[in-house]
């Protein structure tokens, strides 16, 4: 059984970072892309960042790139996100998910397992 756990979310002030897991079980992710994304509520779920299997390529949504940083150790099947210079308007449920081939994208269609999703709440 495939399973994607994220940890790390939490509450932290403006400005301050919080840096996230996801650790896969059931299987190797080494060959497929990852990739993280967040619900705000009463919005859709979009895109954050995701990094590739091969070269470590990463790709990230344009006004995060800077603040978020996506990594991964394949040693451990567990993908990363470092946030720092948290906003307020960070606040969402982070959700980490795997694509079924090695390739990346922001499309959430193009992945094909779920993590249950960790709350990141940014306190003004």
């Known amino acids: 059984q495939v399973q994607l756990v994220e940890s790390g979310g939490g509450l932290v002030q403006a400005g301050g970072s919080l840096r996230l897991s996801c650790a896969a079980s059931?299987?190797?992710?080494?060959?497929?892309?990852m990739g993280w994304f967040r619900q705000a509520p009463g919005k859709e779920r979009e895109f954050v960042a995701a990094?590739?299997?091969?070269?470590?390529?990463?790709i990230y949504k344009d006004y995060l790139k800077g603040r978020f940083a996506i990594s991964r150790d394949d040693a451990k099947n567990t993908v990363y996100l470092q946030m720092n210079s948290l906003k307020p308007e960070d606040t969402a449920v982070y959700y980490c998910?795997?694509?079924?081939?090695?390739?990346?994208?922001?499309?959430?269609?193009?992945?094909?397992?779920w993590g249950q999703g960790t709350q990141v709440t940014v306190s003004s």
């Open positions: 998910a795997a694509s079924p081939t090695a390739t990346i994208s922001p499309d959430l269609r193009d992945y094909e397992y």
């Open positions: 059931g299987r190797t992710f080494q060959n497929n892309g």
């Open positions: 990094i590739r299997w091969s070269g470590y390529s990463t």
